[in-house]
């Protein structure tokens, strides 16, 4: 019944720009924290960025000032504006919904960053 879908991911120049897309259906959207989460290949997954019911917003340091995270609950999406990316952004991106004890995982999306 619960969906959670990421899009927007693909290989990119060092530099450039991508922007994923996170679409959650079967719940309540606008009750649930979301976040974008990715790992990168031998690493543990990371939080990126967090953006909360009350449209609060956190992010990783090393992502601050070229990530932004927004949300439209009229959508049921969330959405990663990511700027002058680096190699060292390559990672699968996760989409979660958050809801107390309730946590929803999209399959992923793959971004390249490489010249």
């Known amino acids: 019944q619960v969906q959670v879908e990421e899009s927007g991911g693909g290989l990119v120049q060092p530099g450039g720009s991508l922007r994923l897309s996170c679409v959650a259906s079967g719940i309540i959207f606008s009750r649930y924290d979301m976040g974008w989460y990715r790992q990168a290949p031998g690493k543990q997954r990371e939080l990126v960025a967090h953006i909360t019911s009350s449209s609060e917003t956190a992010y990783l340091d090393s992502v601050k000032g070229r990530f932004t995270i927004s949300r439209d609950n009229a959508r049921n999406t969330v959405n990663l504006q990511m700027n002058s990316l680096a190699p060292e952004d390559t990672a699968v991106y996760y989409c979660?919904?958050?809801?107390?004890?309730?946590?929803?995982w999209g399959q992923g999306t793959q971004v390249t960053v490489s010249s």
């Open positions: 979660n919904a958050a809801f107390s004890v309730r946590s929803y």
